[in-house]
């Protein structure tokens, strides 16, 4: 009782505030001019009710514990958003929560009394409750009307940017922190240059431009308005058949067992003629879209055949964007004020091996070079295989952990995730060239230009498959020759290349660098990855924990990456603290394709420098896919020193503080492939040798053999765990360490570290002080106990 007269006097208050803000702006409004038409009268009254805000006491669903908790909510019609605060009194303050209405849609419930829900379209939403029928109809609406207002606005945006982009045959980039000066009509499209003074990248691929080639327009306005035909005729048998519903309910008796006034029914009937609203704004979006880029085309390319059939390519399709980290990515650890953590030295006492080990050493003469190509089939998704998903969905609910869900074998690319992981090392030249930099902040944004190019080489291509579920104890081990010459300090005047015909796996090993990779599961519940990177003739490693966490978002999955990894300079004493994105697979019924988003952080506490990398995920309306922002900064003087924007899978242009600008085209960068042993020769449990009947059995395109051997590998693990708990004895990795982190955000969250007594006998690197042994290495290869 105490919470329902609560509620009512906060849905009082709700009604109080937004009919006095109405009666003011109507008293403040101008009077109409006489002889006004009576409809630019109803216009201005309606545009005054979409700018008009609300704002009052709402019951909001926190969660299953807290459940329902009375907050303050308002609605600001400027930025269209629903913000909540704690209470009134904290209005001024910072709002608890927000909610973009561009494109969201508000919906009653019959779940509990007065409940209406509104759906965004980042996946998040908001189940709230008023106290009577008014109050609810007032929200929903002022909600509804807003939400319309900043959606037509934005598809005007849309399609002024587009008539405005395909009009000019080039554009000024406005990442520069300087301004630049105008280009001379000599100029070409794009002026390859050496290499700017402190960023070395082989010539061949840095670019310096300022223009976007005019082709690129022509393809993205290469539309067809006669294809949009069939989805008018689709439309218009929709509306009828929703006429012939509402039809049929109203014809129902008022009173009965069905009535016309039944819950469900009602709820149908504003269910359907919701959406058919959506759909038919979506559908006026499109035709305005494609007509004004049809017009441009005729206009601004008339050496184009008008009678050439280009073909309509329709946006893909975007369901909702990420539920994690505070508006979008909650989840992934920040550590723009972190500080290393310390340590306790590891002890010397030898434990014993693990269950699979076996005793050998990784010799180089054993490795070459790999021949497996990463790319993945775009076929799409099957109607058998349609089928097995829709069943799959039908038994999940949204936001639910997929950790423990068994996924079917067609979705798999033919890798562990482990070997994904070794993948991000595909450009080790610029890795190794981190720590050439002479100054903390050309090493800070050396690592950022190598962090950006890393994606695109391990999320190769952009087909939405899983990689292998690693196996507990499952390990990849791996290396890279990286030929001195590739590797040079940032400060060159010259640019030296590899020739193109003579691959750098070629190159003379005693002219070479070389660079160590070890992966390992290092825990199954929850499912925690390790890997350690580390050249010892520069004086470099990297050691990451990476927990990943799926979750079911309605028409796609969210992969969250939590933990950090740390990169270690050992000749500067620096260590920079990084994140990692997270991954959505988006489209899952029709023809799935992989996207990056969230906020990253890259900062290292002895030098103060610190950088913020923000992935984009595609928005509902418009936009581009695949985009990156990033940021450089000097925190004690709060000078930004770079600044980044692009595609992670295409081209990256950074600008610095001199002014100067250099773009990286990740899809030219030369690729060094890595070495590993042949099947014979890798331990039981090596990613390679532990699935390759299962990649055997999907290269053959045989998914029930491949079911069936991935079962016996998920089968075997069960046991092996019944075991250990039957016998008390706890999992211990054979390459890493579980250690206590105390600075780190989440309490759960297990951190592992690379090397111990048991498991590299001549290991002894401490990241507090520094310090690697020099015979850390047995010749060239990692000791194996």
């Known amino acids: 009782m105490e919470k329902c007269g609560a509620a009512r006097c906060g849905s009082a208050g709700t009604r109080s505030v937004s009919v006095e803000r109405g009666r003011r702006a109507a008293a403040s409004g101008a009077p109409a001019r006489p002889g006004a038409p009576a409809s630019q009268s109803c216009s201005g009254k309606a545009e005054q009710n979409l700018r008009r805000g609300l704002e009052g006491v709402l019951n909001k669903y926190t969660n299953l514990l807290q459940g329902w908790q009375h907050r ?67 929200w929903m609406t002022q909600l509804q009307l807003c939400a319309r207002r900043h959606s037509e606005g934005s598809a005007k945006g849309c399609s002024l940017s587009s008539a405005s982009s395909s009009s000019t045959g080039s554009r000024t980039r406005s990442c520069s922190l300087l301004p630049h000066p105008a280009p001379s009509s000599s100029s070409t499209a794009t002026q390859r240059q050496n290499l700017p003074h402190g960023h070395g990248t082989p ?79 979506c559908l006026s979006i499109l035709q305005h879209n494609v007509t004004q880029a049809a017009r441009n085309i005729t206009t601004h390319t008339p050496g184009l055949n008008a009678d050439s059939n280009s073909g309509w390519s329709g946006p893909k399709p975007t369901i909702d964007e990420p539920v994690e980290n505070g508006s979008v990515m909650g989840l992934s650890t920040s550590t723009t004020n972190k500080t290393s953590p310390s340590p306790p030295h590891r002890s010397k006492e030898v434990h014993k091996h693990s269950e699979h080990s076996n005793a050998n050493t990784l010799d180089p003469s054993e490795e070459s070079t790999d021949t497996e190509d990463n790319e993945e089939e775009d076929l799409g998704v099957l109607d058998d295989q349609r089928s097995i998903i829709l069943h799959l969905l039908s038994q999940l609910k949204l936001g639910m952990d997929l950790t423990r869900v ?91 290349t590899v020739p193109s015909s003579t691959p750098p796996s070629s190159a003379n090993p005693a002219h070479c660098y070389r660079l160590h990779f070890v992966a390992e599961q290092v825990s199954h519940h929850p499912p925690v990855s390790g890997f350690y990177c580390e050249c010892k003739e520069r004086g470099m490693c990297v050691n990451a924990h990476v927990w990943t966490k799926s979750k079911f978002m309605g028409m796609s999955v969210g992969v969250s990456m939590v933990g950090e990894g740390v990169l270690h300079l050992l000749e500067h004493e620096e260590q920079y603290v990084f994140t990692l994105p997270c991954a959505y697979a988006r489209s899952i019924l029709t023809v799935p394709w992989v996207e990056l988003g969230g906020k990253v952080s890259v900062c290292c506490a002895k030098t103060g420098y610190s950088a913020t990398v923000t992935f984009h995920t595609k928005p509902f309306y418009g936009g581009k896919v695949h985009r990156v922002t990033a940021e450089v900064k000097h925190n004690p003087t709060s000078t930004i020193v770079c600044k980044a924007q692009g595609e992670w899978n295409g081209t990256l242009e950074f600008t610095y503080s001199s002014g100067e600008t250099k773009v990286i085209d990740t899809s030219r960068l030369p690729v060094i492939k890595k070495k590993i042993r042949p099947l014979e020769k890798q331990s039981q449990y090596e990613s390679r040798r532990l699935w390759q009947h299962v990649t055997a059995a999907l290269k053959a395109g045989d998914i029930d053999t491949a079911t069936e051997h991935k079962h016996q590998l998920e089968e075997r693990q069960r046991s092996e765990e019944k075991q250990r708990v039957a016998t008390n004895t706890a999992w211990k990795p054979k390459y890493f360490i579980k250690e206590s982190n105390p600075l780190q955000q989440l309490p759960k969250e297990p951190c592992f570290r690379f090397g111990d007594g048991h498991t590299r006998e001549n290991h002894s690197f401490h990241p507090v002080t520094g310090d690697v042994e020099v015979n850390q290495w047995k010749g060239d290869g990692i000791q194996i106990s």
């Open 406 to 496: 068994v996924l079917p074998t067609f979705i798999l690319e033919k890798r562990s995730l482990l070997e994904m992981y070794a993948n991000f090392m595909a450009h080790p030249d610029m890795f190794l060239a981190i720590t050439a930099g002479s100054t903390p902040e050309e090493r800070i944004v050396r690592f950022v230009e190598y962090y950006l190019t890393a994606f695109h080489e391990g999320r190769k291509g952009a087909v939405a498959k899983k990689p292998y579920n690693p196996i507990l104890g499952e390990s990849f081990l791996c290396s890279w020759d990286v030929p001195r010459e590739k590797v040079r300090p940032l400060r060159t005047n010259t640019s030296i």
């Open 72 to 138: 303050y909510f308002v609605l600001d019609p400027e930025l269209g958003q629903l913000q909540y605060f704690l209470n009134e009194q904290s209005k001024t303050q910072k709002p608890r929560g927000s909610l973009p209405l561009l494109g969201s849609s508000v919906a009653p419930s019959d779940e509990f009394p007065f409940m209406f829900t509104v759906y965004a379209v980042n996946g998040e939403l908001f189940k709230l409750r008023a106290c009577d029928a008014f109050e609810r109809q007032q």
């Open 203 to 281: 010539s061949s691929i840095i670019t310096i431009t300022h223009h976007k080639s005019p082709t690129s327009g022509h393809r993205a306005c290469s539309h067809n308005p006669a294809r949009l035909h069939h989805v008018k005729e689709v439309m218009s048998q929709a509306e009828g058949q929703q006429k012939n519903l509402l039809h049929s309910i109203e014809s129902l008796p008022s009173r009965g067992p069905l009535s016309s006034l039944d819950p469900d029914l009602l709820l149908l009937k504003a269910t359907s003629a919701a959406t058919l609203s959506c759909l038919g704004e």
